[in-house]
């Protein structure tokens, strides 16, 4: 399935613990993204970097939100435009609070029937009540699909929430005890690392396919790569260990592009400053290229 992408780089980092993850987009195009997805046959336009602004209102629980929301605005402005044009999106974080912004514009688009397969060590699906660490990067899956924090599910958009029963995550394996019960209580459907061990990849993620896909206009893709176990992913702010195999990954991106139900997606969380020999960016990239129908034989 050959199709017109969008690349865009969002340099955001505001929603994390560290600094860097901003210098994503640029690790993942260095990681050979573009070449990678013409030789497969795609059209792409780079579309540069949004950026952040440098200063900002913070809560001790909703730590720099007034920045997070303003790169949200300009990331939901800017997919937006992709999507009028008839174009894929495909968003390069920044750290994960930037897909509140992304998933934001491709539901509005859809009226709110889209799916969600969030990827991902973690929930992301905390409140400014139930975080431990105030950091935004932990609450977007919970805002699209309009559980809050407020700043995060409205941005001057006109929000158009996530139906849940189309929201699946898949890898969890460090999940605050709050955000689990607000995660149980909503009723998404996740699926830990210890599932994945008993079932294997194949099986959970065509069923977090059919979850996300059936009934719906198309399914966005938020892949965080600290899902992957740290000793591939070296350059992450948050690692978790004994996650995802490379390869688990792969078969979960290869499955989704099989699916043709994808119709956008975020890759976030790459920190050049914390990676070695851009490791990260690079298997970023390959992730993309896999996702968008890269095949290996
Ligand atoms: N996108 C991420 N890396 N999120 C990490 C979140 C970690 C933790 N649950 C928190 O809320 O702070
Ligand atoms: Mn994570
Ligand atoms: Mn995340």
Redesign the pocket.
Known sequence: MLRKLDLIGVQSDWGASQRGASMGPAAIRFGGLVEGLERQGHHVRDRGDILAPRTGASREKLLHYEQVSEVNRRVYLSVTETLEEGRFPVILGGD?SIAAGSIAAVSKRHSGNIGVIWI???G?WNSEESTCTGNMHGMPFSAVCGYGPDCMVEFGQGAAPVNVAHCVQVGGRDIDDLERQRMAQAGVTVFPINMIDKLGMGAVIERAIQIAGEGTDGIHLSF?V??ITPEAVPGTG?IVYNGLTPREAFLAAEAIAESRKLISMDMV?VNPFLDTANKSGILASELIQSALGKSVY
């Open positions: 994960h991902d060590a973690h992301d965080d600290d899902a948050v969380e």
